[in-house]
Every structure is written in structure tokens, then in C-alpha cells.
T-cell receptor, first 115, second 113 residues
Framework: DQQVKQNSPSLSVQEGRISILNCDYT??????FLWYKKYPAEGPTFLIS?????DKNEDGRFTVFLNKSAKHLSLHIVPSQPGDSAVYFC??????????????FGKGTLLTVNP | ETGVTQSPTHLIKTRGQQVTLRCSSQ?????VSWYQQALGQGPQFIFQ???????GRGNFPPRFSGLQFPNYSSELNVNALELDDSALYLC????????????FGSGTQLSVL
């Protein structure tokens, strides 16, 4: 039973355009959501996160939107750059800042930004 | 600041053997988590260690075990290897100051033949 779902295995966009990566979750206990980016032969690196008390968080070119009623979040990258080409993982956790850092990941979306 | 380092980077074992994977945490981090990433899947939580004790475990059998040392480095041990254990094993460190963010190493690619 997949609690975090990324239904698009891949996405291709042109440089300068917007990339939108989507993620759905089923566990209503999740209250903290993160996006990680992974290049080949490297570990995932943290990109941006959002708490369930917010519906939007922005960091430079990256914005994450959270729709709790729909149990849906999305990552927007504007403008997209070729260096953004990577696998993007959506992850969720029951947070609270305690010592439990178990993240539940989706399967990832391969983003390709074409020059 | 030293990041998370894992060794070895690649490993080939045969079914039934035992394997030990190693991880050095990022400086200042006292929590270590291990994840298994099978081909085409997202990372899956194996277990977490905090102050040298197991502090949370995912849906993995007891033949997956671990240790955390006083310097916060860690080992993942897998006994009686099965073909399905072939995967990328990722170590991640964290601290309360970082909240829920995990800092991952590059992983150990394990192939079981």
C-alpha cells in the first residue's frame, strides 16, 4: 500500500518554462512534506519542505503547494534550467521535531529540462 | 563541514552470505537512518538509531540489523542475503536542529547473485 504516490514517472520541459511535479498521499497523519532531488550516483539532497499548517512555501525558483483537503502537493520550478534535470522524490512524515525522522517516499519523477 | 560518507560504494555478494555496510554521519548529527532503494522505487525506511539505540523500524525482517557507535557512525548488517536484497542502501543523518530534514550519503549499491 503506497502512502505517497508520484503518478508521473517522467516529465520533460523546455528550459525557461515551468516544471510542475505532483504528489498525492493517503495517510492523513502526515503533517510534514519534503521534496528531495537525486542525481545519478549521488544520494538524495533536500530541496524544500512544507508543514501542514501552511499551503505554500517558496525558496527561490522552487515553490511547494499543499492542498490538504485533496491530500495533494506539487512542486513548481520556475524557470526550469538544464541543471534541474534529476529524479525528484516527494516524501512525507509525521513530524513534530522529535527524534522520529522516518520519511515515506514516493517512487520519484524523472525531470528532464531540454536546452 | 563533513557530509555523510558511506562505504563501500559497490558490493557483490552471493545468496546466503552476510554483509556489513558502513556510514559516517555528518558532523554534529546524532541520528542515523538507513533506507533501501530498490530499482525504480523510492527509498524505503529500514530503521533509525538515536544515541546508539534503535529508535524506529520499518517493515524489514530481523536479519536486517544495525549499530550506532559513540561517534554516531553506524553499520547496517544483513544476514542470509536474498536476491531481493539487491538495492541501493542509503544512510542519512540528522539532528533536532535540522528538524525533519535528512542528509543522505551517496549509498552502497549491493548486488546479490
Amino acid at each position: 500500500d503506497q502512502q505517497v504516490k508520484q503518478n508521473s514517472p517522467s516529465l520533460s520541459v523546455q528550459e525557461g518554462r515551468i516544471s510542475i511535479l505532483n504528489c498525492d498521499y493517503t495517510n492523513s497523519m502526515f503533517d510534514y512534506f519534503l521534496w528531495y532531488k537525486k542525481y545519478p550516483a549521488e544520494g538524495p539532497t533536500f530541496l524544500i519542505s512544507i508543514s501542514s499548517i501552511k499551503d505554500k512555501n517558496e525558496d527561490g525558483r522552487f515553490t511547494v503547494f499543499l492542498n490538504k483537503s485533496a491530500k495533494h502537493l506539487s512542486l513548481h520550478i520556475v524557470p526550469s534550467q538544464p541543471g534541474d534535470s534529476a529524479v525528484y522524490f516527494c516524501a512525507a512524515t509525521v513530524g513534530g521535531g522529535g527524534s522520529n525522522y522516518k520519511l515515506t517516499f514516493g517512487k520519484g519523477t524523472l525531470l528532464t529540462v531540454n536546452p | 563541514e563533513t557530509g555523510v560518507t558511506q562505504s563501500p560504494t559497490h558490493l557483490i555478494k552471493t545468496r546466503g552470505q552476510q554483509v556489513t555496510l558502513r556510514c559516517s554521519s555528518q558532523s554534529g548529527h546524532n541520528t542515523v537512518s538507513w533506507y533501501q532503494q530498490a530499482l525504480g522505487q523510492g527509498p524505503q525506511f529500514i530503521f533509525q538509531y538515536y544515541r546508539e539505540e534503535e529508535n524506529g523500524r520499518g517493515n524489514f525482517p530481523p536479519r536486517f540489523s544495525g549499530l550506532q557507535f559513540p561517534n554516531y557512525s553506524s553499520e547496517l548488517n544483513v544476514n542470509a542475503l536474498e536476491l531481493d536484497d539487491s538495492a541501493l542502501y542509503l544512510c542519512a543523518s540528522s539532528s533536532r536542529a535540522e528538524g525533519e530534514k535528512l542528509f543522505f550519503g551517496s549509498g552502497t549499491q549491493l548486488s546479490v547473485l
